[in-house]
């Protein structure tokens, strides 16, 4: 009996014990790529994937994308497998490959490769603002823990031509106010004001002008 034959019947073995163990109990879903988002979850769906595919010992998936032409080493191949997402769409191919996957049914997984890189990118430069935002309130602080005083607060808001229609919370938080020059209700960010001070300065010399960010009245 050759190694593919040892290896079909391995198969074979762990799919009946998946299928007639605990009897009643629910099966594992499938692999759903279009309902990823995120890296963590990408690589949550090709570890389904490859235990939908009879899970593989990484050495064999080592093997089979290298009889396809595709570089997959075992430790590549296991780092995937336990949450770190491909690096590129060579890797997550060659993963695809060691599981069996079709050519017609990868497009999917390289829309889904595409989509966690892009939120993964999104959330880095989220940090980067939230980053920015703390070291612009330590600069305008006027209490010990770094933070700005209801009083400043106010008083700030008001110099930017807006009056506080509830207490101020926090620096980054959405805040009611009220224009003094339009009366319009707005919903602003304390922080958006001190970032656009200078629009602020330029507004209260043009009439009908709001000095919302990105705002005209």
């Known amino acids: 009996m050759d190694v593919a034959e040892v290896t079909r019947l391995w198969h074979a073995a762990y799919q009946g014990s998946l299928g007639g163990r605990g009897a009643g109990r629910a099966r594992k879903p499938e692999a759903r790529p279009e309902?990823?988002?995120?890296?963590?979850?990408?690589c949550a769906a090709l570890e389904e994937l490859r235990?939908?595919?009879?899970?593989?010992?990484?050495?064999?998936?080592?093997?089979?994308?290298?009889?396809a032409g595709k570089e997959l080493s075992r430790s590549t191949a296991y780092r995937i497998s336990r949450g770190t997402a491909?690096?590129?769409?060579?890797?997550?191919?060659a993963f695809l490959v060691a599981c069996e996957v079709p050519l017609r049914e990868r497009t999917v997984w390289f829309e889904a490769w595409?989509?966690?890189?892009?939120?993964?990118?999104?959330?880095?430069?989220?940090?980067?603002?939230?980053?920015d935002v703390k070291q612009i309130e330590a600069v305008v602080a006027d209490t010990s823990r770094g933070q700005v005083s209801q009083e400043t607060a106010v008083r700030m808001l008001r110099k930017a031509?807006?009056?506080a229609m509830e207490r101020?919370?926090?620096f980054d938080a959405p805040w009611t106010v009220n224009c003094l020059q339009c009366a319009a209700t707005l919903r602003i960010r304390l922080s958006d004001v001190v970032l656009a001070g200078f629009r602020a300065r330029?507004?209260?010399s043009s009439p009908n002008t709001c000095v919302k960010p990105g705002r005209n009245c």
């Open 168 to 170: 101020y919370r926090r």
């Open 161 to 163: 031509g807006f009056d």
């Open 35 to 42: 309902r990823v988002n995120g890296l963590s979850g990408l």
């Open 86 to 93: 491909p690096a590129s769409t060579d890797s997550l191919e």
């Open 114 to 131: 595409l989509r966690a890189q892009r939120q993964a990118v999104r959330a880095r430069q989220d940090g980067d603002e939230r980053e």
């Open 202 to 204: 330029t507004a209260r």
């Open 51 to 67: 235990r939908a595919n009879g899970a593989p010992s990484f050495r064999m998936m080592e093997r089979r994308a290298r009889d």
